[in-house]
């Protein structure tokens, strides 16, 4: 009889080390050049000119609506995300399925659809034009949905909104519904169950979620350029690359690479705290 | 057995609030843009679709992303089955790293991409000895599609791959069969269904994908280098608006995204119930 060392799970050896090795290739090439590639041309030009790129005007107030873009985005979808997934994982309900799709359009139609989809709602030949205008008259306000701010909130939220239900939704399935319903008997009111039973599961799971988001909303590109048309005023870091980048001159480009390379470290530390928000998650259950 | 009517409250509370922001945020503003196109006579609405631009760019996005999501299938397969079966060093770095094209802005991403591939570029200075040339043509459109895609099929794969039994590979083994054979015929059918939905992502990101596409492409009409987001995104520039158009090329992504939608839904939905089975 052969003697068998192995299980019948493992390969020969150097299939192992060549499958290893066209892995950490691809990798290399695909996943950690672009990140060298960034690094090296935002400071090659000196440390001078990327000082002045991170520190111009144009680049602060991108900065600023980002953050009120990601952080209006987050919150939202939070919300959205919470009582989506409570709704779908607690209950039985006709349409079920359906309402799960429609939350999932975000993933999967095109960043620019999102854009034009409120350009065509808000925009001037947007039907709910008039109604958002007679509010502003009587509200005495001057607010715009599209080529502002807002709309780029809102383009944003878009483009995010699936996110923290998508993460939420199979650990409420995996957790089952037995102990709520335990809860409910013993006469714990809604909310108490929620903060009490259910989220102690599910914290992770959020924060995953959250991190997700956030991340997504910081580099959203297509659905914001679709609302959005004036530097410095509600252009985010994404198109101020673009803008600087298209400027088209060796410093321009430069520039542009040395306010990617905030975005790229934004980026890592995302991946270094959902790798710890995984970890955790994991080990806790 | 679950109760119709369940014990724990909140039904009417958290139905109400999820359909009322799916509607405000995501189904009106889509129903603007179906309002937009139906304004159209059925004659405007396919001359506009049917303009040679446009098609082409339906060529070229659906074409691209086709390739893109084969080549992610081979290497997210590859990836996920290295990652889950073996140890080696900075394995976890990279387990951590295959996400970084969800971190990462497309538009990061699409310029690096346009600059390493170009032909003062690293790579591209590689390519160029071959006499390949990868920015402003098609393969960079691909380039950039796998590399917005390939953590799609690597998570879809990797928890299956996780969970696959032992007993079937060393049933296998028993039976005389080598580890290849075992592979194509045992392990590649369980992990079909996963394989199939990461294609199906993948596929469905890149024929909408605009930011990393972009600057990598060129958008020549000549070199048929547009993707559809870029005809759209033309056309709600200032100078050329043309909404009616840029609705009516719009619907048919918006269908073929739904389409990709459903089908990935079903295949899901299938591979439940075998497993539950």
């Known amino acids: 009889m052969k003697k068998q060392k192995t299980t019948g799970r493992e390969e020969k050896p150097w299939v192992r080390r060549l499958l290893i090795g066209i892995s950490v290739v691809f990798f290399l090439i695909m996943l950690v050049f672009p990140l060298v590639e960034v690094l090296y041309r935002s400071l090659k030009d000196g440390l001078a000119l990327y000082v002045e790129a991170i520190t111009a005007k144009n680049t602060l107030s991108a900065l600023r609506v980002t953050l009120i873009a990601t952080v209006t985005a987050v919150a939202v979808n939070t919300f959205f995300g919470l009582c989506a997934a409570w709704l779908l994982t607690k209950f039985e309900f006709k349409g079920k399925q359906v309402l799960s799709a429609l939350i999932d359009i975000p993933f999967s139609i095109s960043p620019v659809i999102a854009g034009l989809a409120y350009i065509m709602t808000f925009g001037r030949m947007g039907w709910a034009t008039p109604a958002i205008d007679w509010l502003n008259e009587v509200l005495g306000t001057d607010i715009s949905l599209v080529f502002s701010v807002p709309g780029v909130v809102l383009a944003t939220i878009f483009v995010t909104f699936p996110f923290v239900s998508r993460e939420l939704i199979p650990v409420l399935q995996a957790q089952g519904s037995s102990e709520e319903e335990a809860a409910a008997m013993m006469g714990a009111k809604g909310f108490t169950i929620w903060r009490r039973v259910t989220f102690p599961h599910i914290r992770w799971a959020l924060l995953y979620g959250i991190i997700l988001c956030a991340a997504r909303a910081i580099g959203e590109f297509g659905a914001v350029y679709a609302v959005s048309k004036a530097r410095g005023k509600t252009f985010t870091l994404p198109l101020e690359i673009d803008a600087l980048y298209m400027a088209g001159s060796a410093d321009s480009i430069t520039q542009a690479f040395a306010v990617s390379s905030l975005l790229v470290l934004l980026a890592v530390v995302m991946l270094i705290l959902k790798q710890i928000v995984e970890h955790r998650g994991k080990r806790e259950q | ?277």
């Open chain 2, 1 to 277: 057995m679950k109760s119709k009517r369940s014990v724990i409250p909140g039904f009417g509370l958290t139905m109400g609030i999820t359909v009322a922001m799916l509607s405000i945020f995501i189904l009106i503003p889509l129903a603007s843009v179906l309002g937009y196109s139906f304004r159209l006579s059925p004659a405007e609405f396919w001359e506009l679709i049917t303009r040679p631009n446009v098609i082409q760019a339906f060529a070229t996005s659906i074409g691209c992303a086709f390739a893109a999501a084969l080549i992610n299938c081979v290497f997210g397969l590859l990836l996920a089955w290295v990652l889950v079966r073996y140890d080696f060093p900075g394995k976890r770095l990279m387990d951590g790293m295959i996400e970084l094209p969800f971190a990462l802005p497309t538009a990061v991403a699409g310029i690096t991409l346009s600059r390493m591939y170009s032909d003062q570029g690293v790579l591209g200075r590689f390519l160029e000895r071959f006499g390949i040339q990868a920015s402003y043509t098609k393969l960079g459109i691909i380039i950039a599609l796998v590399f917005v895609g390939i953590p799609f099929v690597v998570r879809a794969l990797q928890p299956v791959l996780e969970k696959l039994p032992e007993s079937f590979e060393e049933a296998s083994m028993m039976l005389g069969a080598g580890r290849f054979y075992t592979f194509r015929r045992v392990i590649l059918p369980e992990l079909m269904p996963a394989l199939l939905t990461g294609f199906g992502l993948a596929l469905a990101r890149g024929i909408g994908e605009y930011g990393s596409v972009i600057y990598i492409s060129g958008n020549s009409q000549k070199e048929g280098t547009q993707v559809v987001s870029y005809i759209i995104m033309q056309k709600l520039n200032s100078g050329s608006v043309d909404y009616e158009g840029a609705a009516a090329i719009a619907l048919v992504l918006l269908l073929i995204s739904f389409l990709l939608l459903l089908v990935i839904n079903l295949i899901q939905i299938a591979a439940g119930r075998r497993t539950r089975q």
